[in-house]
């Protein structure tokens, strides 16, 4: 699932090589924590959310086959 953010992400950012991902496990949920340079932080929320929303909505629909719950997260 990593992968499958960083692919969606990379092309979208101008500092590629900062982009990381932090994945946490707990009995239901795992959690992403994706992490960007500060100058892409608004290329990667989009206008009013819709790219997250976007990359989102592509994440959970991958993560349907876990049986847990997916979140994505972006650290500030």
């Not at 900062?18 to 340079?37: A, F, G, K, M, P």
């Not at 629909?61 to 972006?74: C, D, F, Q, V, Y």
Request: aromatic residues 2%; glycine residues 6%; negative net charge.
């Amino acid at each position: 699932m990593k992968e499958l953010i960083e692919t969606i992400v990379k092309p979208l950012v101008d500092h590629p090589e900062e982009v990381s991902i932090i994945e946490t496990t707990d009995e239901r949920n795992i959690t992403y924590l994706l992490s960007v340079n500060r100058e892409d932080i608004g290329k990667i929320i989009g206008k009013q959310g819709r790219v997250i929303k976007a990359i989102r909505t592509v994440v959970y629909a991958a993560g349907t086959s876990h049986n847990k719950r997916i979140h994505l997260e972006i650290n500030e």
